[in-house]
């Protein structure tokens, strides 16, 4: 039996984790954790969500000898390309999961949030594969400035709703999802889409994207001939960061570094480095590490990658931290916007400014890592989504000094 299961009956990683929700939506958590732990063991259902993982998704994803990038560094980078799935991040492996899970359990309509759009086009996606209603929540905010991520919903036949309360952002949205799903519980499911919110959810999401992991582990095994000494992944929420580490929590060897949105540095207020500068607090139904204010009110955070611009991040993250088997660093915007020009260049790859900050701390690592090391990471979706935004930020800081538009490049 294995030494690590993780988490317990009530859904609790250590001290975190748990159930922080109003009363009304306990059946449902119940019913859900139920529904999961029976389809879990369904040889039936994970048969029909390993098809479309394979013919729909595009899984397994390559595992890549980054070469290039590993004799500027001297050691051995692997990348395992989640860039490559369908809608071009890992956000699909929960999407699909969560969609077929609602499906079987006679659940016709799907509700979830989205701050940047990733996760609402993911699950637009997942909706329209299985026939599924989708409405999306959404900041008015973030709508306007993800008006594109806004009309790829929309064409997959989702109703996106605008969310005009509060910041209209990502946390407003939330709160309008939990108010519909209260109110709608017996014919919807709430797709989160990270490794957040109330049990069983950090467990379930973490769970679908450990497929990244099982696949590289493999992988690794077979092209490498061992293990890697060090894995590394950005972590927003944390969903791709667990998804590559939990089949590796039992491999003693092996380092597992999760990295941070540092923003302008963990000396200013504007960064969303949760593990790394946050306190124990309650975030969206759970217990975890938290940006938050001296009288607990929840911080408002910034980072160059709207995936990461988030004050919280999973529980199982915060106990992996507290009981040393994962350790969690930040890096700044300015670190993480070299790193995706870096990468784009030395291996013809435009990374997501999200895996753009692994990249970074790569770069850093590599100095204190004995040479030949072997540094498996998780390129978690393409960059696509961001070159608008980087542009901008070139065209604009070469504004500014009225210099030609460059790029810096560490390495
Ligand atoms: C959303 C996103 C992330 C951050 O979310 P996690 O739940 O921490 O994985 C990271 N990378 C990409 C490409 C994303 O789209």
Known sequence: ??????????????RYGGRFVPETLIPALEELTEAYLHYKHDPDFQRELNYYRITYAGRPTPLYYARNMSLALGHDIYLKREDLCHTGAHKINNALGQALLAKKMGKKRIIAETGAGQHGVATATACALFGLECEIYMGAEDMERQALNVFRMILLGAKVHAVKSGTATLKDATSEAIRDWVTNVRTTHYIIGSCVGPHPYPMMVRDFQAVIGEEAREQMLNYAGRLPDVVLASVGGGSNAIGIFYPFIEDEGVRLIG??????????DQHAASLTAGEYGILHGSASLVLQTEDGQIRTTHSVSAGLDYPGSGPEHAYLKEIGRAEYVAVSDEEALSAFAWVARKEGIIPALECAHAFAYLVKLSAELPAGSIVLVNLSGR?????????????????????TPQTSSPG
């Open 383 to 403: 960059g696509d989504k961001d070159v608008n935004h980087v542009a901008q930020l070139i065209y604009d800081r070469a504004d500014a000094t009225s210099e």
């Open 1 to 14: 039996m294995p030494a690590y299961q993780m988490p317990d009956e009530k859904g609790y990683f250590g």
């Open 259 to 268: 990295v941070e949105g540092g923003g302008k540095g963990l000396d200013t």
